[in-house]
């Protein structure tokens, strides 16, 4: 992908993703024989710049996880590259390390995970949980693990002397809290956030949503934020990549994306976000079909036989990601002359003030305290 | 105010109407457990008018699907007062369902013909060890027909209403064939093939990617346009509400705060909770690089008791000393007979 070179100066480039490929075989009978392969990801290209959240959208099963697991090495790829920019080694190709020499890269790049109830050791108190990776890494021990872990802790607003608890001890979004104070004690560059919010509700969603963007600013920390809630992407990301079976189809800032999208796929996703406003009722036209199994993918544009501006070519060759201009990326033979319909924006909607009945406030009352 | 279905006073705040299929008045469900009593439903009362969608919604441990449990009578906790009228709008006959007996025949019957649940987990209503189209067509057949080939006909029928693309093969399939999506359509189809004359829909959509999420709320419309269903649908999705939903009930801690129509809900909201988690949801083209409202701390666990309105821990426009001692009733907003909210600053 030598246009993101040619567009971004490369030293803003944090990690970029060539040709990417994971593959799980499939593998059936007494002798476990492997009779062919989910193809969770199949040769994406993407990049991130240093600071800035790139967002991945996509249905259920398109491969988003699978990409954060794989740039983490957390999974081996297939195929590709993935060079990340480490602070003290420079640029190496993640998916030509072996696993000792990992060790070295693995502190800048952290994960936090949907499921709260999950991802947490039950067994392990919030101190060692937060504390492990400075342990594993050899970081600290004794005291000043502990007064590490009381900073971590602090600064993703949960009291220190919540340590000795265990994760059943608290609720889903303080859980969050904890998942990230873990992902941040090893002061990492980029950190995939995998559904980060997805489980929460939405007032603590808007909570743990300020959390994440606070601490970007405070440690320039890049994201990777994998959500299927378009609303909640669109809110955090700077840019923002489209999945469709286990390939990208648009790439682009977020603005251009939501308001300017250039791809057939992008267009149905943003219409069938269902919009809060009563006086805005939509039916969003119906995509046909489902989608597609990795496993089996249609020929040429995987999106074919769900498009309703595919023509004959759409069947016979697959388009490849191209940059239209101005780092708007988009896999389809037909970007430049589709006129698609974007998502309107919802400022009409009144945002009604909170009532007051005591004497005159103090304060502007515009914002809620967090 | 009379009743209509059985004569009995009902409290003067609560909104009523002629035609409607389930009313629900001062609910209130206990669980015991080895930590302590929980207080689910504090005095739960709403109403949901023939072929009407009303929302319930609010953050979880609320007691959304509790109150959806209660009316089906399959919650595993103990209803210690209030009643659930139940209208069959064919015979017109009103039933209290807290007064049958949870597992006899009139309760199945209930269940089977005039009632359907779609759960929030799809795999708990789904039977692994039997193909998708059996669990349907048994429903068909145990209620409807007792032509087999007919009630498979049905089965295929509904599995393609619901937006199955090739219905024959996903009545074959098993459940775990079945990617969670179809999965929670294939249980939508089986809430539907008894067109109930209430569904509730305890967050239904709530797992599924936008696309799918439209496809299933404009088959839920179908059924409420075609045969008449009401629907109370339970969520937390703003977007989905506003939708979908004639009317809402805002529910905290176990009671309903608020419940106006849907206009109402988004053009005039009342209670600071109901406005502070409009206020919290991201919108489209709004405000982005600048901090989401966020509503401080978190719901009290079920073990405690607040005093007082149970937001007051949280609530911005708290009044000392009256908020945190004094429970405000449910009133009538001023100059409304359709809206009501329980809040202080309004009485
Ligand atoms: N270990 C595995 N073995 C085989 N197939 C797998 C494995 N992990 C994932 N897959 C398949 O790879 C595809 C992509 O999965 P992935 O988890 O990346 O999806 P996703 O986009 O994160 O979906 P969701 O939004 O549901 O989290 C799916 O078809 C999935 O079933
Ligand atoms: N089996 C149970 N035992 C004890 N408490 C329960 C049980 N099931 C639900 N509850 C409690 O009832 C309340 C309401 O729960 P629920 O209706 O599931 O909430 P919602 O659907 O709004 O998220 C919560 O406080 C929950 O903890
Ligand atoms: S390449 Fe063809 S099928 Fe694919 S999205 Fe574009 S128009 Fe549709
Ligand atoms: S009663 Fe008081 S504490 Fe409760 S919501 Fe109203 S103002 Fe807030
Ligand atoms: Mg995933
Ligand atoms: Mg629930």
Request: proline share 7%; aromatic share 6%.
């Amino acid at each position: 992908m030598e246009t993101a070179r040619k567009n971004g100066k490369s030293d803003d480039i944090l990690l970029e993703v060539k040709g990417l490929k994971k593959h799980f075989p499939i593998q059936s009978g007494f002798l476990r024989r492997v009779t062919g392969y989910v193809k969770a990801v199949d040769g994406i290209d993407f990049y991130i710049k240093k600071g800035e959240t790139l967002g991945l959208v996509g249905e259920s099963g398109c491969g988003k996880s699978t990409t954060g697991r794989t740039i983490l090495r957390l999974l081996d790829p297939t195929a590709g590259e993935i060079v990340f920019d480490d602070p003290n080694i420079g640029k190496v190709d993640l998916a030509k390390l072996k696993r000792s020499q990992l060790k070295q890269v693995r502190p800048n790049m952290q994960i936090i995970f949907q499921d709260p109830f999950s991802s947490l050791n039950p067994r392990l108190t919030v101190g060692q949980i937060v504390g492990e990776p400075l342990a594993i890494q050899g970081v600290a021990s004794g005291q000043a693990l502990k007064d590490r872990v009381a900073e971590l802790l602090q600064e993703v607003g949960i009291r220190p002397e919540n340590m000795t608890r265990y994760p059943h001890a608290f609720s889903g979004g303080q859980r969050q809290r904890i998942g990230i104070a873990r992902a941040l004690a090893l002061n990492p560059k980029l950190i995939v956030c995998d559904e980060p919010v997805s489980a929460l509700d939405v007032s603590i969603q808007a909570q743990v949503l300020n959390l994440l963007e606070d601490l970007q600013s405070k440690y320039d920390l890049t994201y990777l934020f994998v959500a299927h809630d378009l609303s909640v992407v669109e809110h955090i990301s700077d840019r923002v990549a489209v999945m469709y079976v286990g390939y990208i189809v648009e790439m682009a800032d977020t603005d251009s994306l939501y308001y300017h999208p250039k791809h057939p796929y992008t267009e149905a996703l943003l219409a069938a976000i269902p919009k809060p406003d009563p006086r805005r009722r939509t039916r969003p036209v119906k995509l046909p079909g489902d989608v597609p199994s990795p496993a089996n993918p249609p020929s040429g544009c995987y999106f074919h036989p769900r498009c309703r501006y595919a023509k004959d070519i759409c069947k016979a060759e697959r388009p490849p990601l191209r940059d239209i201009g101005n780092e708007h990326w988009v896999a389809c033979h037909f970007a430049e002359e589709l006129q698609l319909q974007g998502v309107t924006r919802l400022s009409e909607i009144p945002v009604i003030e909170l009532p007051r009945r005591q004497a005159p406030a103090p304060a502007p009352t515009a914002a809620t305290p967090a | 105010m009379t009743n209509a279905v059985t004569g009995a006073e009902t409290s003067n705040v609560q909104i009523v109407s002629e035609d409607d299929v389930v009313r629900v008045q001062d609910l209130k469900l206990n669980f015991y457990t080895a930590l302590g009593v929980v207080r689910a439903l504090n005095g739960v009362s709403f109403n949901i008018p023939r072929g009407k969608v009303l929302g319930v919604v609010g953050e979880s441990g609320c007691g959304k699907s509790q109150t959806g449990l209660s009316i089906m009578q399959l919650t595993t906790g103990r209803i210690e007062g209030g009643s659930i009228l139940f209208r069959e709008f064919n015979t017109g006959e009103a039933i209290d369902i807290t007064r049958l007996e949870k597992n006899g025949p009139e309760m199945r019957h209930i269940r089977g013909n005039n009632i359907s649940m779609i759960f929030q987990e799809p795999m708990t209503s789904l039977n692994p060890c039997y193909t998708v189209g059996n669990q349907i067509e048994e429903a068909i057949l145990l209620h409807q027909t007792q032509d087999k080939a007919e009630a498979r006909k049905r089965a295929v029928d509904i599995l393609q209403k619901v937006g199955m693309p090739n219905p024959e093969r996903i009545a074959d399939s098993y459940p775990h064939q079945l990617s969670g999506g179809m999965r929670q359509r294939a249980m939508i189809a089986m809430a539907l093939s008894c067109t109930p004359t209430l569904l509730i829909a305890d967050e239904p959509t709530t797992a599924l990617d936008v696309t799918t999420e439209a496809q299933i709320l404009d088959l839920m419309r179908d059924l409420q346009n075609e045969i008449g269903t009401s629907i109370m649908f339970i969520t937390h999705n703003m977007g989905v509400v506003a939708q979908m939903c004639d009317e809402v009930a805002v529910m905290y801690l176990g009671r309903i705060i608020e419940r106006a129509t849907i206009d109402d809900i988004f053009y005039d909201p009342k209670h600071p909770y109901t406005i502070s988690l409009l206020r919290s949801i991201p919108r489209l083209g709004v405000a982005r690089g600048e901090k989401l409202e966020s509503i401080k701390g978190t719901v009290p666990d079920p073990y405690s008791t607040v005093t007082g309105c149970p937001f007051h821990p949280r609530c911005p426009a708290a009044i000392p000393g009256l908020c945190d001692a004094v429970m405000p009733d449910e009133t009538f907003v001023a100059g409304s007979r359709t809206h009501t909210v329980r809040c202080h600053l309004y009485t």
